[in-house]
């Protein structure tokens, strides 16, 4: 049996289940908050706080867990990660009040910053040789400097929002972070094949999400043409259509291809362009 942690609640949450989901695992809902049997699969969910996981990982109370890569660079622990998992995307980065020149690391000699991630932050200071004081907060960490609690920040950010709307500017970029699937290394010796199924599902699921399906009718003088434009995983397949010198073509396109290719196609010639959702993709 594995235990697979993921977030109690909050950013990483509705995600770290849906795909958990979408790899068909059916976890129970009981009245436990804390953990979760899972009814196909030899394994339990636990509901743990995020940036108690790598612990719990370290200690092995986990044997795997999706969580933030950034909390795992935070506690510095001796964890592997066996996949990125593409959402939850963000990255720790230092800001200042606009208005305040920065021109580099340098600049925050002799300041107060504030955070929730000293370490990531000291190793920063560190590399630059800069000394700084570091005022550890817990949450709400861009309030800080309008309170006169700190001149800068370190903190997550994904749109830069809640930067702007707290007169704050990013200045440096720390690290870039996205959601992994990450494991206990004695686990993953012992416990290989569960942990392998499941990250062999994991990347089924998230190689079909990049990808979509897609048909249309074109003339059959026109279908070596449009085969050049598709960036095929093998070769499309051709299906004759009833109606004398047309076909219909077949095919898995990449996301970002899409709209380039959708305009290709219909230059040269196609029709009826259905794009359809892909479950799963094994390649
Ligand atoms: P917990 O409260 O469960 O211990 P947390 O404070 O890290 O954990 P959240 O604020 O829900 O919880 O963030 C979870 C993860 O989501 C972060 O560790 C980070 O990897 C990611 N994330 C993505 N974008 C952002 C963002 N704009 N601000 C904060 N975290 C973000
Ligand atoms: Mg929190």
Redesign the pocket.
């Known amino acids: 049996m594995i235990k697979i942690a993921v977030?109690?609640?909050?950013?990483?949450y509705e995600d770290s289940l849906k795909l958990l989901k979408d790899c068909g695992l059916s976890v129970e809902d009981g009245l436990d908050t804390l953990k979760a049997q899972v009814r196909n699969f030899d394994a339990e969910v636990l509901f743990l706080?995020?940036?108690?996981i790598p612990k719990y990982l370290e200690d092995g109370v986990a044997d795997i867990a999706i969580?933030?890569?950034?909390?795992l660079i935070e506690k510095n622990v001796d964890i592997a990660v066996v996949e990125k998992l593409g959402f939850?995307?963000?990255r720790l980065s230092v800001a200042v009040p606009k208005g305040v020149p920065f021109n580099g690391p340098q600049d925050l000699n002799g300041k107060k910053i504030a955070t929730?991630y000293p370490h990531s932050l000291q190793q920063y200071l560190n590399k630059h040789n800069v000394t700084a004081s570091i005022h550890l907060i817990s949450?709400s960490v861009e309030i800080a400097p309008n309170i006169g609690l700190a001149d800068a920040i370190c903190?997550?950010?994904?749109?830069g929002n809640?930067l702007f709307k707290n007169g704050l500017e990013e200045k440096e970029i720390l690290l870039k972070?996205?959601?992994v699937l990450a494991a206990n290394k004695n686990s993953l010796a012992e416990k290989s094949e569960l942990i392998e199924e499941l990250a062999f599902r994991i990347r089924s699921v998230l190689k079909a999400r990049k990808n979509k399906y897609i048909l249309f009718n074109i003339p059959n003088d026109k279908v070596a043409e449009a085969s050049q434009i598709l960036p095929v995983l093998k070769s499309p397949t051709v299906l004759p259509l009833l109606e004398e010198g047309w076909s219909s073509m077949h095919s898995v396109i990449n996301d970002e291809d899409f709209w380039t290719v959708l305009n290709k196609l219909e230059k040269c010639g196609a029709q009826g362009i259905l794009v359809i959702p892909i479950e799963k993709m094994i390649v």
């Open positions: 977030q109690k609640s909050g950013r990483l706080r995020n940036s108690d969580l933030g890569e950034n909390v939850s995307k963000c929730s949450g903190d997550l950010v994904s749109s809640t972070s996205e959601a």
